[in-house]
Nanobody, 114 residues
């Protein structure tokens, strides 16, 4: 099982980015996939998840600004991030649980700064 995260970068406050998490060795449409983030000096926090049934959940801090979605054909999960704020600056990680293990993608860095 491998998760490949991508899409991070530098964006101005108020801007948008879309992160991608492509899975191999696992079928995302039957597993819950989570997006976490970790800012320097902070603990890793859950940002959003999407269940195998397509239900989504969001942290209060991103609700209304971030949207998680899935493309089953591409076995990829997306995190659309709009109205970005400097406090959204962090490394973003996707993760899923499979057969008793947690699998993490590598982090993709999002920097929100003018």
């Amino acid at each position: 099982v491998q998760l490949q995260a991508s899409g991070g970068g530098l964006v101005q406050p108020g801007g948008s980015l879309r992160l991608s998490c492509k899975g191999s060795g696992i079928v995302f449409r039957i597993n819950t996939v989570r997006w976490h983030r970790q800012a320097p000096g902070n603990q890793r926090e859950l940002v959003a998840n999407i269940t195998g049934g397509g239900n989504t959940n969001y942290a209060d801090s991103v609700k209304g600004r971030f949207t998680v979605s899935r493309d089953g054909a591409k076995n990829t999960i997306y995190l659309q991030m709009n109205s970005l704020k400097p406090e959204d600056t962090a490394s973003y990680f996707c993760a899923t649980d499979y057969r008793g293990r947690v699998y993490w993608g590598q982090g993709t860095l999002v920097t929100v700064s003018s």
